[in-house]
């Protein structure tokens, strides 16, 4: 089989604060800090955040630029990160035990057997966890 002509590099989100989403992927997501740069002339930082190294995995972009005081604006296009998890209750568990925002509790989904949630970031974006055991 020959290599795909395309692979997925990353998604890009953009955060209000990075230390706060860095602790919230890293910390309880269990993912790693890949690498941080800032841009001073552009006024803004972007860290990546994955479960591998970028040559061989998807990652999180999770962008801050500096000046940006609102909220942004979540749109109606965006849908959310997916990650895989085994044990979903438990790690549902985990996770609202350490204040994570659980907006829907692992459970099947409609329309068929997959468990699955949602978990919400810092800035109330929806990462969709799966439970692979029951992945269908």
């Known amino acids: 089989m020959s290599e795909p002509k395309f692979r997925v590099l990353h998604t890009m989100v953009r955060v209000r604060?990075?230390?706060?989403?860095?602790?919230?992927?890293?910390?309880?997501?269990g993912m790693t800090l890949l690498r941080r740069l800032d841009y001073p002339e552009g006024k803004f930082t972007i860290a990546f955040?994955?479960?591998?190294?970028?040559?061989?995995n998807?990652?999180?972009?999770?962008?801050?630029?500096?000046?940006?005081e609102a909220a942004y604006d979540l749109g109606t296009g965006?849908?959310?990160?997916?990650?895989?998890?085994?044990?979903?209750?438990?790690?549902c568990d985990e996770l609202a035990a350490s204040g994570a925002k659980i907006p829907r509790p692992a459970g099947p989904m409609k329309h068929g057997?997959?468990?699955i949630a949602f978990v919400e970031d810092p800035d109330g974006y929806k990462i969709e966890l799966?439970?692979?055991d029951t992945l269908g």
Do not use: C, M
């Open 17 to 29: 604060d990075l230390d706060k989403s860095i602790d919230f992927y890293t910390r309880l997501l």
């Open 49 to 56: 955040v994955g479960y591998g190294p970028e040559e061989s």
């Open 58 to 68: 998807a990652v999180v972009e999770l962008t801050h630029n500096w000046e940006q």
């Open 78 to 91: 965006y849908g959310h990160i997916a990650l895989g998890v085994r044990k979903i209750y438990a790690v």
């Open 113 to 115: 057997t997959t468990v």
């Open 130 to 132: 799966i439970d692979l």
